[in-house]
């Protein structure tokens, strides 16, 4: 079964955005991973596997937080590819500020404080990460040992490799879609815990 995003029905992708793992579902996400490696390579030149990994990421998350497209304006294949397009936009600016991207640097106020320190970062800038990684240490803890292991093992911490949302939805037995939308609702969590500091 190969879903059109162009005919998805708007209850279609509530069930899909909600778990479903039945074969439409797998086809709809199928076919969103595929329209955003298609967008990325057209706009990024020669974009990594794990850049439209990221991306990818960035435009699920957005999707699942927002919940907001209309089936009276648009079809979901225009909707979607917009939120590619913006997605790709915010991965270039992190780009642009020497950051490496995460999803997960929106836990955080200063944007990519998990990044790696810039060579001409500021003494200021520097105390401003260390204090912010400090601060989401404390809050990750404050997590249960499930929501512990799936961030560590999305966002790569405490040494664990990247795991990207089909390889963690094979190993808890969910579909991809439902992995990305509990790492949304942790990343949330841990926001509200780190606001409330």
């Not at 836990?107 to 990044?115: K, Q, R």
Request: hydrophobic content about 40%.
């Amino acid at each position: 079964m190969r879903a059109n995003l162009y005919e998805v029905t708007h209850a279609e992708i509530e069930r899909f955005l909600d778990g479903d793992s039945s074969p439409l579902s797998l086809s709809i996400f199928r076919e969103m991973r595929a329209v955003c490696a298609g967008i990325s390579k057209k706009i990024l030149q020669n974009p990594l596997s794990n850049e439209i990994d990221e991306i990818f990421s960035i435009a699920v998350y957005n999707m699942v937080r927002g919940r907001n497209w209309n089936p009276e304006m648009s079809s979901f294949y225009t909707w979607w590819s917009a939120v590619v397009r913006n997605s790709i936009g915010t991965h270039v600016r992190n780009q642009k500020a020497h950051l490496r991207y995460s999803p997960i640097h929106n836990v955080v106020d200063t944007p990519g404080v998990l990044a790696l320190r810039s060579p001409d970062e500021s003494p200021e800038v520097s105390a401003t990460r260390k204090d912010s990684i400090a601060r989401l240490s404390v809050a990750i803890q404050s997590l249960n040992d499930d929501e512990k292991w799936l961030i560590s093992n999305r966002f790569g911490l405490y040494e664990l490799p990247n795991k990207d949302s089909v390889e963690i939805g094979r190993i808890l037995g969910v579909n991809p879609s439902t992995v990305l939308s509990r790492v949304a609702k942790i990343v949330g969590k841990l926001r509200k815990t780190m606001r409330e500091e």
